[in-house]
């Protein structure tokens, strides 16, 4: 005779199949328990038998048939590997954003030195004793870096910047004052109005 579960009917579905069932009794639901609980793998129902201390391991067998166990510790066994995967998406998603949160820090820290670099670089412009060309040209790479960066961070394309930029023919880029601009070779002595 099938002991019933106390205080559930035997219309009542359980929420998962691995929950105990209606006509399930309580040893046939702890040997089940005690199986599920076993490695995947290593499960094994004559151990469960033994580590329960039943003298015969056709209980085990007999409830392993009528409440299906294979079926129930597979769904167990499917469910457990989806949580593990969504949680191991969900920590990649996680370190992602961390990483472009920090990314980001970074980027408005080199923004903020570009800025005051970029400053300086216009008061040497006012003074063509203090200005190099070279600082310009650094100057420009660091602010393509700098953009890279920024696109990269926002998950936006880099490759066209910087192909236009690569285009460019060095007498095409004008250096802006506060006096007007003028084509870039004629900063720093190297036009041919020096």
Do not use: C
Request: glycine share 6%.
């Amino acid at each position: 005779m099938v002991k019933k579960q106390s205080g559930i009917g035997s219309g009542i579905k359980p929420k998962n199949v691995w929950d105990r069932l209606p006509a399930e009794s309580d040893k046939a639901f702890h040997a089940f328990s005690t199986y599920l609980q076993m490695p995947v793998g290593a499960r094994n129902k004559s151990e469960v038998a033994t580590m329960l201390g039943y003298q015969s391991f056709s209980s085990v067998m007999r409830w392993s048939s009528d409440f299906n166990w294979d079926a129930r510790v597979g769904a167990y066994d499917s469910h457990m590997q989806a949580l593990a995967l969504e949680t191991q998406a969900q920590s990649r998603t996680e370190a992602a954003e961390n990483a472009t949160m920090q990314l980001l820090m970074e980027i408005d820290q080199a923004a903020k030195l570009m800025t005051r670099a970029h400053r300086i670089l216009l008061n040497r412009m006012e003074n063509p004793d203090e200005f190099k060309m070279h600082e310009l040209k650094t100057f420009v790479d660091s602010m393509r870096n700098l953009d890279d960066l920024r696109r990269r961070a926002l998950g936006m394309p880099t490759v066209f910047t910087r192909q236009v930029a690569d285009q460019l023919e060095p007498e095409t880029l004008f250096v802006i004052t506060q006096q007007g601009s003028r084509p870039a070779g004629e900063v720093d002595g190297y036009g041919e109005d020096q």
